[in-house]
Structures are given as structure tokens and as C-alpha cells.
């Protein structure tokens, strides 16, 4: 990937990515620590995008690799305030789902994608991503 794209590419989706990292994580400093590292990893894996999906796609992907990754590492979830601020029961309880529940739906809910891109995403059929949501909005009221 040439410099030039790469920077297009950072002011055309860097504020979308930071929407969507922020929704998960409700940390705005380190939205935009994982932003970066969202990009970094872009730019190190450039060669892996096909461009059979969206670039907005498979940059929202890789963000949710990135705070899924950041989750694993630091071992907390980022609900420690003694009083929960709104939405992030929600949060957590989504974060909670097996894969490819969890992926799926914060796809789907956080970054907006529509289930074709999903689906070429996670590499099953539109209607298999269709069910996985369907599944994923009932698993998630049972534990809510």
C-alpha cells in the first residue's frame, strides 16, 4: 500500500473506526490508542485485503481483533466504576457471548455493517450470518 493511499485511507475511516471502538469500549484515550494500532495493523497486513469487501469493512475487522486482543491482554473489561454508566451492561453483556456471536453482533450493531459484507467477513453465507445474529439477540437477552 503506497503512503499517499494509506493516509487517504486513515482521514477517510480514522473517525468511523474511533466511533466504533469507542462504542465498545467506552474510553475515549483508548479509542484512540486502538485506533491506531487498528491502522498499524492495516498497513502491516495490507497485502491480506482482497477487496472483495469494503475497505470500512475490513477495517472495523480488524478493530474488533484489536479491543477483543487488548481485552484478552489486560484481563478486564473496563467496568470497574462502582456506578455502571449507561449502556455498559449492554456492553459487557455482548462482550460476554461466545465467538461468533459476539463478533457478529458488534459488527452488525457497533460499526453498521450490513450482513452481506458480515458474511463475506467471517467467510459463511449471508443467511448463516443471518441466523448467528438471530442467535446472538437471543443469547443476549438470556444473559441480560
Known amino acids: 500500500m503506497l503512503l499517499f493511499e494509506y493516509e487517504r485511507i486513515y482521514f ?3 473517525e468511523n473506526v474511533f466511533r466504533f471502538l469507542f462504542r465498545m469500549s467506552g474510553n475515549s484515550a ?3 490508542e486502538l485506533t491506531d494500532e487498528t491502522f498499524g ?4 497486513h495490507a497485502g491480506d485485503y482482497s477487496g472483495r469487501f469494503k475497505i470500512r469493512s475490513w477495517l472495523m475487522f480488524i478493530a474488533y481483533d484489536v479491543y477483543k486482543k487488548h481485552l484478552r491482554k489486560t484481563e478486564s473489561v473496563f467496568f470497574n466504576d462502582e456506578k455502571p454508566k449507561p449502556g455498559e451492561a449492554i456492553r459487557k453483556s455482548i462482550l460476554s457471548l461466545p465467538e461468533p456471536y459476539c463478533r457478529v453482533l458488534t459488527l452488525r450493531l457497533y460499526a453498521g455493517l450490513p450482513f452481506s459484507e458480515i458474511a463475506c467477513l467471517e467467510r459463511l453465507s449471508q443467511n448463516s ?3 448467528i445474529y438471530c442467535r446472538a439477540k437471543r443469547k443476549l437477552s438470556e444473559v441480560m
Not at 495493523?41 to 502491516?44: G, H, K, T, Y
Open 12 to 14: 477517510e475511516h480514522s
Open 129 to 131: 450470518v443471518k441466523v
Open 41 to 44: 495493523n492495516a498497513l502491516s
Open 30 to 32: 483508548l479509542s484512540e
